[in-house]
């Protein structure tokens, strides 16, 4: 597995700009409207907290920065200067600003989402073109159906799972990113979510606590370790 110091730099300055201005773009985000399918999903406590409100945490701000810059650094020492680069690096900031809206309201914004989606299919297909090769149309659309429909069953068959509309939302574009990069992250960065949130699930019981927590933060760890490693799995798996 090689690794590119040049393309990893590049990445850490994106990611750092863009974790910087995070909480700009949250404090610019419409709050919820109360959905009935996601309300079902979980009984809430307590009042959301507003977006408005965690951009203005004092911490927010450097560490966002902090966050972004070292995911992008590891993005883009990993994937080099490359489309799926130009695919991912631009939703790092926005994954880190997804993560900590999820942990503290368990709500992922469709706004920062879905823009992505378009981003991604326009990419993959600039890629196949550029490459006169069809292929990465194909993994990413296996991994939306594998990633993205596999937590749109749980969805349907458990909804009162804890899981939430938003975190489907979040998975089919994971799966879009990783399918860009090779089936191996696909695989690689969805079981690795599922593990984590299994690990910390088994922690909760142990503890008894009752308390729901957010898929969401699973979800992205777990995309970043695909990114990382899903490309070698699929190498010592399959080998050419």
Do not use: C
């Amino acid at each position: 597995m090689s690794w590119y110091l040049d393309a990893g730099l590049v990445g850490a300055a994106v990611g750092a700009v863009g974790g910087l201005l995070a909480p700009h773009a949250m404090r610019a985000l419409p709050e919820p409207v109360e959905d009935p399918a996601t309300a079902a999903a979980f009984e809430e406590t307590e009042p959301k907290e507003p977006y408005a409100q965690i951009a203005g945490l004092p911490w927010l701000r450097p560490v966002a920065g902090l966050a972004a810059a070292l995911a992008g650094f590891l993005v883009g020492a990993r994937l080099d200067f490359s489309w799926e680069l130009l695919a991912v690096l631009p939703f790092v900031p926005a994954a880190v600003a997804l993560f900590v809206i999820d942990a503290r309201t368990r709500y992922l914004p469709t706004w920062l989402i879905g823009p992505f989606y378009g981003l991604t299919i326009a990419v993959g297909v600039i890629a196949a073109i550029q490459r006169a090769d069809w292929e990465p149309i194909w993994s990413m659309a296996l991994g939306w159906v594998i990633f993205g429909g596999f937590f749109t069953l749980i969805w349907l068959l458990v909804p009162a799972g804890g899981l939430g509309f938003g975190d489907v939302r979040l998975s089919g574009l994971l799966g879009l990113l990783l399918g860009l990069i090779s089936w191996g992250s696909v695989l690689v960065g969805m079981f690795a979510g599922i593990m984590i949130a299994g690990l910390v699930a088994m922690v909760l019981l142990v503890t008894r606590n009752r308390k729901r927590y957010p898929y969401g933060p699973y979800l992205l760890i777990g995309a970043l370790i695909g990114v990382l490693w899903g490309e070698q799995f699929a190498r010592w798996y399959w080998p050419q």
